[in-house]
């Protein structure tokens, strides 16, 4: 869980920001995104297979 303080003077739209940094550093937005629909593994497996595929191909360019 992500904790925030809010300061004596400090403006509500950087106590905000600070708080949606921290939530972004965390990964709570990521696990929520991937949680909002289920994923079968065959799925899983192909897009994992398509990244490796791609990453590889990068390497194979930038060398």
């Known amino acids: 869980m992500v904790n ?13 920001k600070r708080y949606r940094q921290q939530m972004y550093i965390s990964d ?3 696990e929520l995104h991937k949680h909002q629909e289920y994923i079968k593994p ?7 297979l398509r990244q490796a595929r791609y990453k590889q191909c990068m390497k ?3 060398s």
Request: charged fraction near 40%; proline fraction near 0%.
């Open 4 to 16: 925030h303080q809010h300061k004596d003077g400090e403006d509500i739209d950087q106590v905000f």
């Open 28 to 30: 709570i937005i990521k």
């Open 42 to 48: 065959s799925q899983k497996k192909r897009k994992h």
């Open 60 to 62: 194979d360019y930038i």
